[in-house]
């Protein structure tokens, strides 16, 4: 068995100090889950039906989310003779979906659900490699796909992710966390720990979102085999790009997400409090799928206050340690690329230089000239075994801050758009338009510090 490029502690340094996508190639030739196609998965699965999320394949000015789809319940076999071209009754309830016109997508699917009674299956991804321990099958989902499949642009809230791709191609559109305000971050649809973009990264509607010009787009086409490093809060627009595409992902826990489970509660409680209030405006499709009905207010703030007092006992347990964080704020505190926190220069965490090579790609920006251009002429960052040694050529320095009066001329359109937002320079304000404001990434974040730093207050007397 050849050797790896990466030991598992090489890896776990790489993922702490990395900020930046990259690719791992050649970690993953050992592990079962390379024969993890379509045909063997369905042969695995046998009867076992599962959810497929349903779109039509258009190109539309707008990301068409999990709430304006259709679904069906069908089994691996049904979707393999889908997939194939049949139209009798073999495809099931995929009949009344032609292939030239629909994509199909089996979302995050928990292996720990799908395979519960062939726990063998597990052993299948070894994401020990990258220095988790232990870490399996049991901590991954699977996604299933056809050409045309796509995740709307959105950024996780919790963690880190790894994404392993086992059959087709994958295209990753990835922006960088402090892109925010050219992406136009939202919360309609809910659903707990994304936030969603309201631009088509595809086909952009840059006389509603203008400062989407301004997105440092970094683009790859990810191959079998090969393994993608998302870093926390990097938002990413995912498509299959091939018949039909298989990956497996695990979304790796970090110690920042105590407070990012503060954000998310605080979230959760403004948002239902809002849109369960009767209103005009208030009878779009709000929720996502994915959440299994509506808490109460007093379910949310019960939630909210248990989120709160395990981030402050987690914070009061290492202060316990560190005398140097008694009476200092959120804010104050800093962290390290993990959220650790750390406050003197022997807490630095010590220099490494991340060597990319053959083994090991980031994922480049694309050029600011090609961005302009739409997405079908961009130029993609293909990652191949042949192509590995090129990944140094071209690379595109990002333009912090745009040409002044750039967007000068840049009129709206006219008319109320679809989701209840107006687009006229001069519209009425919807309930959607004061979420989007107060729900925004960066006002969450402050509200949970203020609300951090007044309870450590309280709890100091």
């Known amino acids: ?226 393994v993608l490093f998302v870093p926390r809060h990097w938002w990413h627009y995912v498509e299959s790009i091939d018949p039909v595409t298989v990956s497996i992902n695990s979304w790796i826990e970090m110690e920042v997400d105590d407070e990012a489970r503060v954000e998310e509660a605080l979230t959760k409680t403004i948002i239902c409090a809002l849109k369960t209030t009767p209103s005009l405006d208030n009878k779009d499709n709000w929720l996502n799928p994915t959440e299994e009905g509506i808490a109460s207010h007093d379910e949310n703030m019960q939630y909210l206050n248990l989120a709160v007092k395990a981030c402050m006992d987690k914070r009061s347990s290492y202060a316990e340690s560190r005398p140097e964080f008694v009476g200092q704020s959120s804010a104050a505190l800093k962290r390290d690329s993990l959220g650790r926190l750390k406050t003197t220069a022997t807490d630095a965490v010590p220099s490494f230089s991340v060597s990319f090579g053959p083994h090991f790609i980031p994922v480049m920006c694309v050029a600011d000239e090609t961005q302009k251009q739409t997405t079908a002429n961009f130029k993609v960052t293909s990652l191949s075994k042949d192509s590995a040694q090129d990944f140094s050529q071209n690379r595109a320095k990002p333009q912090a801050t745009d040409t002044p009066g750039k967007e000068e001329g840049v009129r709206p359109s006219g008319g109320p758009a679809e989701d209840g937002r107006h687009s006229e320079k001069y519209s009425h304000i919807s309930t959607n338009d004061v979420l989007d404001c107060l729900l925004h990434p960066d006002v969450i974040t402050l509200v949970t510090r203020l609300m951090l730093d007044r309870r450590r207050e309280l709890d100091s007397k």
């Open 1 to 226: 068995m050849a050797a790896k490029p990466f030991s598992p502690i090489e890896v776990q340094k790489i993922i702490h100090f990395l900020h930046k996508p990259a690719v791992f190639l050649n970690m993953t030739n050992d592990w079962p889950g390379r024969e993890w196609t379509l045909e063997h998965l369905a042969l695995c699965l046998g009867e076992k039906s599962v959810c497929f999320r349903i779109g039509k394949q258009t190109e539309e000015k707008a990301p068409l989310f999990e709430t304006e789809c259709s679904y069906v319940k069908a089994t691996l076999a049904e979707f393999l003779c889908w997939t194939r071209g049949s139209g009798d009754s073999s495809v099931g309830p995929f009949t009344a979906y032609p292939l030239s016109e629909y994509w199909a997508y089996a979302d995050y699917k928990y292996l720990a659900l799908l395979f519960q009674d062939n726990t063998t299956m597990f052993k299948g991804v070894v994401w020990s490699d990258f220095g988790y321990p232990g870490r399996d099958g049991r901590e991954s989902t699977l996604w299933i796909g056809t050409n045309g499949a796509n995740t709307p642009c959105h950024l996780d809230s919790y963690g880190c992710n790894l994404v392993f791709q086992v059959q087709g191609r994958k295209r990753w559109h990835l922006f960088p966390p402090e892109d925010a305000e050219c992406l136009y971050p939202t919360r309609i649809p809910y659903e707990e720990s994304s936030v969603f973009s309201q631009v088509s990264v595809i086909k952009p509607d840059l006389c509603r979102f203008p400062a989407f010009r301004r997105a440092r787009a970094h683009i790859v086409t990810l191959q079998p085999g090969q």
